[in-house]
């Protein structure tokens, strides 16, 4: 919507507020809601039913009752990711001490409370609290995952499984939506409006969620009481001496933080995944909106999202016939929630078997760079559909694309970088910082689509197809220096057999995936 149509709404409400909350009562027709606004930045938990919790609560009242004027609400959103980012590391360092049944169930019961607890804020500060406090006990979550599944499988039957894991958050993602709509319903009761509801149902759900964990959950191979011990042998043994002749260390030490931070595949590949994750969080943006955000008016079908007013409980009904008065390219679908919703399920779905499909190949060929590049490809077509001037079936379609392509190519990201780390440390260290810069690219992707850019979001899309393009333009030299240093070590591996001098064995488990017998993945 552009500037012209947002001052016709904004001037209805000021001179017929009184006027709407009395047709309101009387008309079907304001029964009508606004579709739910999903935030980049919350569609950060990939894998969770509750990736959408603060973005539907946003329309719920949050933004009105907590008084969050100008950026006040994209700074508590923000806030999230400060302390993310500062106890990713941390988490993960911790993890095998405290015991991956323990260290992760806990984490996500004092997240699903912390979650609950944002329900029943009252003001901007405390929201701010509990912000960065989930932000400090959902950092763990995602990056101990992901270094547990490392500990109980070899490096190329990691991606089926991260794709079993994110196929979930990409199925629930269909469907959070709807379920936010419907706990929507619930506002007035006990006296809280519903995005109240929205935060402490969901973080209930949660906290159940993690206490079954506690009691589900195995820590380790050597643990594994349902394996025979024949079983816990075979899976110790072959984890151990999977990219190494001599196995790898499993005990902390400082070098290990430093060889992480240090190591440029590291940074490489957490650029990659964060560029990834700009598709991923710019497409929540505007998937629930492709799906109601155009409709006929003067025999053309345009494209749009509504925009954002604070009050659209009150003017829903005269910001509706201002848009009706608005020029074709102002306009907007007359699609009900419900319907907007379903709309945006089957993208999803489709994405879910995508997702698992590509694990199970990239393992069976033992590659990562072709899924990635192809994830990347599909979301740079995706982009430059919707960019274009075309149907609105075919924006559709590039929908498709983009999600297909932005969750089928994360975990073969997930997947790369620890597929080329030796040590259980410096892996894990590794591993939080790619999962780390994702939210890097919810905070680049909130920030590229602007209200004032509605309906076509050029400049988001266009965005977006760049940072695709720098993506793909930084896995050919990967790919390339990858398969260089494997030529090299094939080659001292060849010089040492010839000659007198060998490695010692604890030269190599020091050296990790810098020894001369270590394979990258390509």
């Known amino acids: 919507m552009g500037d012209d149509s947002e001052k016709a709404v904004i001037e209805v409400i000021v001179d017929d507020v009184s006027t709407a909350c009395d047709n309101a009562k009387s008309r079907p027709d304001a029964d009508l809601e606004l579709p739910p606004v999903l935030s980049p930045q919350e569609e950060r938990r990939l894998w969770r039913k509750r990736q959408h919790t603060v973005g539907n609560a946003k329309l719920e009242g949050l933004l009105t009752q907590l008084k969050l004027t100008g950026s006040k609400y994209n700074i508590a959103l923000m806030m999230y990711f400060v302390s993310y980012f500062c106890f990713a ?66 490096r190329h039957m990691l991606h089926t499984r991260m794709g079993i894991f994110i196929g979930g958050a990409s199925f629930a993602g269909a469907f959070s939506g709807l379920l936010a709509y419907g706990i929507s319903f619930m506002s007035g009761t006990a006296g809280l409006l519903g995005w109240s509801w929205i935060f402490i149902i969901e973080g209930l759900i949660t906290v159940v969620v993690g206490f079954i964990a506690l009691f589900l959950l195995v820590d380790f191979p050597s643990t594994a009481t349902f394996l025979t011990p024949h079983e816990r042998a075979y899976i110790i043994h072959r984890l151990k001496y999977d990219n190494s002749s001599v196995g790898e260390e499993e005990h902390l030490e400082l070098r290990h933080i430093r060889e992480a931070v240090l190591d440029w595949q590291v940074w490489t590949l957490s650029i990659i995944n964060m ?114 001037n075309v149907s609105i079936g075919a924006k559709y379609f590039g929908t498709f694309l983009i999600v297909i392509g932005g969750y089928s190519g994360y975990p073969a990201i997930t997947a790369w970088l620890p597929n080329n780390l030796a040590g259980h440390y410096k892996r894990g260290v590794g591993i939080a910082m790619q999962l780390s810069f994702s939210s890097f690219g919810g905070i680049i992707a909130s920030n590229i689509y602007r209200t004032q850019d ?52 604890e030269d190599l488990r020091r050296l990790g995936d810098r020894a001369p017998d270590f394979k990258y993945t390509i």
């Open 89 to 154: 590391i941390p988490s993960n360092l911790v993890l095998k001490q405290f015991r991956p049944s323990r260290w992760l169930s806990g984490i996500t019961m004092a997240w699903g409370l912390v979650t609950t607890l944002m329900g029943i804020v009252k003001t901007y500060p405390q929201l701010l609290g509990t912000r960065l406090c989930l932000g400090m006990v959902e950092s763990g979550l995602a990056c101990g995952v992901f270094y547990h599944f490392t500990l109980w499988y070899p």
């Open 454 to 505: 509605a309906p076509r979001y050029i400049l988001g899309h266009a965005l977006e197809m760049g940072f695709m393009a720098l993506g793909l333009l930084l896995v050919p030299p990967t790919v390339l220096l990858y398969t260089r240093i494997n030529m090299r070590r094939k080659e001292m591996r060849y010089q040492e057999e010839t000659a007198e001098g060998k490695w010692a064995p």
């Open 275 to 388: 560029i990834n994750s700009i598709a991923v969080y710019g497409i929540t943006l505007f998937l629930p909106y492709a799906s109601h955000s155009t409709r006929h008016i003067g025999g053309e079908v345009t494209s749009g999202r509504l925009s954002q007013i604070h009050h659209k409980r009150v003017c829903r009904l005269n910001s509706r016939k201002a848009l009706d008065e608005q020029p074709l390219n102002n306009s907007s679908f007359g699609f009900g929630p419900a319907i907007s919703q379903l709309l945006s399920v089957p993208p999803y779905v489709v994405a879910t078997v995508s997702v698992v499909m590509w694990g199970v190949w990239s393992d069976h060929l033992k590659k990562r760079s072709p899924f990635v590049a192809a994830g990347l490809v599909l979301c740079f077509v995706g982009f430059a559909i919707n960019l274009a």
